[in-house]
């Protein structure tokens, strides 16, 4: 039973977190045993801050690997190098240290990232790029290259990069265990474990009410799960009765068990707390403030939950709520800018500024070929074109030197600092803010009167998608510990699009708009064209 079930083990040995702590799935606990035991090859966990699933994982870790189920090792990544240091120190070593059952199958505890144990090999590393200089297109992390796993753990992924995640994974190439475990508190919707959640069978913790029998949520129900009495406090209630629930009356249940033998999730949060009164989550939840916390906090650290302001993400509606009646025109006479962003598609987004403050969008399109383009250019009388320079960057340039309109390349710099973006003139490239860019087009979207886009149809509603898959939330730097803001991508269907808008609007900067003379002469030069004279038209 012990070499099978990592709960039983742990009850057997009687483990100890340290000399002090005892590791003990109490009644208010008990969400922890399925996990313990939980033999899925992928799992993700969002949940609120100090839940105990480090604890969980790392139990797991240690005993599969003294019972040999991972031969070639764990790797427990965290987001940076400081942060597996003090995991180390605080509680890995300790751990190994308060019991004898670890301790005698642990062969070398010298080094601070590497414990021998078993047969294998526990790495505990950072996840943080070697190189991350600004201007940067492939990043990479020679920790990550250095070690072979059947298991890694990536705790507080959503602070980790993902082609970090991605390069760490194949650190288990050869290995026919291959077990991901994604644990985080979450941050923004649709990103990270809130996005990799929502694919995954997503099991919450269901609480079934001695009184009338019906099953509750408390994460699902949020705030309607917690009720205060006439006396001020607050007690966990039934959804269906209002009588109060408590906790250890629950159980995991499957919201999509046909998803279950790909991704298994799991949700909880302080809401089930044995240390976390109801009192004290409502109370913070009506009044962040007054509890020196933000509303970010309060949705992320203890609701577990995903959050961001309204006015940090684009929605849906509010993109196709500048679209007009037109369809999108099949060529254009007047000048126009055109925005690229450069993938496995050409993300193409037409534009020409009817005044200074308006642009209009004549056509969005995805085009597979650079040939595509130069023929959408000359469809639609190209005077200036703004595209992504990476990441390919060469293709680009050759491109640029064929056309006889001016082509800029943009690469955004995270790194530069605020301010005005700088066009260079002799090597046609742009350098602007990430930040302050994305800023841009998306006032351009939200403020009246400034977009104005086709008729909807199927690819202004995937335009409409991309254009809302970024979202900006405030970073801290762990190093210096300032602040600053940053767009992270989201959702699932990419954000494309949203870039083509950005290169766009920095196009038309070069296009102005027609003025009443250009506009006179080109309709009295149509007339001619058709053989009539503007005199009789």
Same mark, same amino acid.
């Given at each position: 039973?012990?070499?099978?079930?990592?709960?039983?083990?742990?009850?057997?040995?009687?483990?100890?977190?340290?000399?002090?702590?005892?590791?003990?799935?109490?009644?208010?606990?008990?969400?922890?045993?399925?996990?313990?035991?939980?033999?899925?090859?992928?799992?993700?966990?969002?949940?609120?801050?100090?839940?105990?699933?480090?604890?969980?994982?790392?139990?797991?870790?240690?005993?599969?690997?003294?019972?040999?189920?991972?031969?070639?090792? $764990?790797?427990?990544?965290?987001?940076?190098?400081?942060?597996?240091?003090?995991?180390?120190?605080?509680?890995?070593?300790?751990?190994?240290?308060?019991?004898?059952?670890?301790?005698?199958?642990?062969?070398?505890?010298?080094?601070?990232?590497?414990?021998?144990?078993?047969?294998?090999?526990?790495?505990?590393?950072?996840?943080?790029?070697?190189?991350?200089?600004?201007?940067? $297109?492939?990043?990479?992390?020679?920790?990550?290259?250095?070690?072979?796993?059947?298991?890694?753990?990536?705790?507080?992924?959503?602070?980790?990069?993902?082609?970090?995640?991605?390069?760490?994974?194949?650190?288990?190439?050869?290995?026919?265990?291959?077990?991901?475990?994604?644990?985080?508190?979450?941050?923004?919707?649709?990103?990270?474990?809130?996005?990799?959640?929502?694919?995954?069978?997503?099991?919450?913790?269901?609480?079934?009410?001695?009184?009338?029998?019906?099953?509750?949520?408390?994460?699902?129900?949020?705030?309607?799960?917690?009720?205060?009495?006439?006396?001020?406090?607050?007690?966990?209630?039934?959804?269906?009765?209002?009588?109060?629930?408590?906790?250890?009356?629950?159980?995991?249940?499957?919201?999509?068990?046909?998803?279950?033998?790909?991704?298994?999730?799991?949700?909880?949060?302080?809401?089930?707390?044995?240390?976390?009164?109801?009192?004290?989550?409502?109370?913070?939840?009506?009044?962040?403030?007054?509890?020196?916390?933000?509303?970010?906090?309060?949705?992320?650290?203890?609701?577990?939950?995903?959050?961001?302001?309204?006015?940090?993400?684009?929605?849906?509606?509010?993109?196709?709520?500048?679209?007009?009646?037109?369809?999108?025109?099949?060529?254009?006479?007047?000048?126009?800018?055109?925005?690229?962003?450069?993938?496995?598609?050409?993300?193409?987004?037409?534009?020409?500024?009817?005044?200074?403050?308006?642009?209009?969008?004549?056509?969005?399109?995805?085009?597979?070929?650079?040939?595509?383009?130069?023929?959408?250019?000359?469809?639609?009388?190209?005077?200036?074109?703004?595209?992504?320079?990476?990441?390919?960057?060469?293709?680009?340039?050759?491109?640029?030197?064929?056309?006889?309109?001016?082509?800029?390349?943009?690469?955004?710099?995270?790194?530069?600092?605020?301010?005005?973006?700088?066009?260079?003139?002799?090597?046609?490239?742009?350098?602007?803010?990430?930040?302050?860019?994305?800023?841009?087009?998306?006032?351009?979207?939200?403020?009246?009167?400034?977009?104005?886009?086709?008729?909807?149809?199927?690819?202004?509603?995937?335009?409409?998608?991309?254009?809302?898959?970024?979202?900006?939330?405030?970073?801290?730097?762990?190093?210096?510990?300032?602040?600053?803001?940053?767009?992270?991508?989201?959702?699932?269907?990419?954000?494309?699009?949203?870039?083509?808008?950005?290169?766009?609007?920095?196009?038309?900067?070069?296009?102005?708009?027609?003025?009443?003379?250009?506009?006179?002469?080109?309709?009295?030069?149509?007339?001619?064209?058709?053989?009539?004279?503007?005199?009789?038209?």
């Amino acid at each position: 039973m012990a070499a099978a079930s990592p709960f039983f083990w742990t009850k057997l040995n009687k483990i100890m977190l340290n000399a002090t702590t005892p590791f003990e799935v109490d009644a208010w606990h008990l969400y922890q045993v399925d996990i313990l035991n939980d033999t899925s090859r992928i799992s993700c966990s969002k949940k609120g801050a100090q839940t105990g699933f480090t604890t969980n994982e790392v139990l797991k870790s240690v005993h599969g690997m003294i019972h040999g189920k991972y031969k070639y090792g $764990v790797g427990y990544l965290f987001p940076t190098g400081d942060d597996a240091g003090e995991f180390t120190k605080y509680r890995f070593d300790p751990l190994i240290a308060a019991n004898r059952c670890i301790q005698s199958h642990v062969a070398n505890t010298d080094s601070a990232t590497i414990k021998q144990i078993g047969g294998g090999f526990l790495h505990i590393r950072g996840a943080r790029p070697s190189s991350n200089k600004a201007g940067d $297109v492939k990043e990479t992390s020679t920790k990550l290259k250095t070690f072979s796993a059947d298991r890694i753990v990536f705790d507080e992924c959503d602070e980790m990069k993902s082609n970090m995640i991605a390069m760490a994974k194949q650190r288990m190439a050869h290995s026919e265990v291959r077990e991901e475990v994604y644990l985080s508190t979450p941050s923004i919707p649709d990103y990270g474990i809130d996005a990799m959640y929502s694919a995954s069978d997503q099991r919450v913790w269901m609480i079934r009410c001695r009184k009338c029998n019906a099953e509750t949520c408390m994460e699902l129900e949020f705030p309607n799960s917690l009720r205060q009495r006439p006396d001020g406090s607050v007690y966990r209630a039934c959804i269906k009765c209002g009588a109060e629930i408590y906790p250890f009356h629950g159980k995991w249940v499957a919201l999509y068990p046909g998803r279950s033998k790909d991704l298994v999730g799991w949700w909880i949060s302080q809401l089930v707390s044995k240390y976390v009164s109801p009192k004290e989550i409502l109370e913070t939840y009506l009044d962040p403030t007054a509890h020196n916390m933000t509303m970010q906090e309060v949705y992320n650290s203890m609701l577990g939950m995903a959050y961001i302001e309204a006015e940090n993400r684009l929605d849906i509606n509010t993109v196709l709520g500048c679209c007009g009646t037109e369809v999108m025109a099949m060529k254009s006479e007047d000048g126009t800018a055109i925005g690229v962003d450069v993938g496995k598609e050409l993300h193409c987004v037409v534009g020409v500024p009817k005044t200074k403050k308006l642009l209009k969008i004549l056509k969005v399109t995805r085009l597979s070929s650079f040939n595509d383009l130069h023929d959408l250019a000359k469809a639609y009388g190209c005077r200036c074109m703004v595209v992504d320079k990476y990441p390919e960057t060469h293709r680009v340039r050759d491109f640029a030197k064929a056309e006889p309109y001016q082509v800029w390349l943009c690469g955004y710099q995270e790194g530069k600092k605020k301010g005005p973006t700088s066009w260079d003139e002799k090597v046609m490239e742009i350098y602007g803010n990430r930040t302050e860019l994305l800023d841009a087009s998306h006032t351009l979207v939200s403020d009246p009167g400034r977009l104005e886009l086709p008729r909807i149809g199927d690819e202004i509603k995937f335009f409409a998608s991309q254009i809302t898959n970024v979202a900006k939330i405030l970073e801290e730097d762990r190093a210096s510990g300032d602040k600053v803001y940053k767009y992270k991508k989201v959702g699932n269907t990419g954000d494309h699009y949203r870039h083509a808008l950005t290169y766009c609007m920095l196009a038309s900067r070069k296009v102005s708009p027609l003025g009443i003379r250009q506009i006179v002469g080109r309709y009295f030069m149509r007339k001619q064209t058709e053989g009539r004279s503007w005199t009789t038209a």
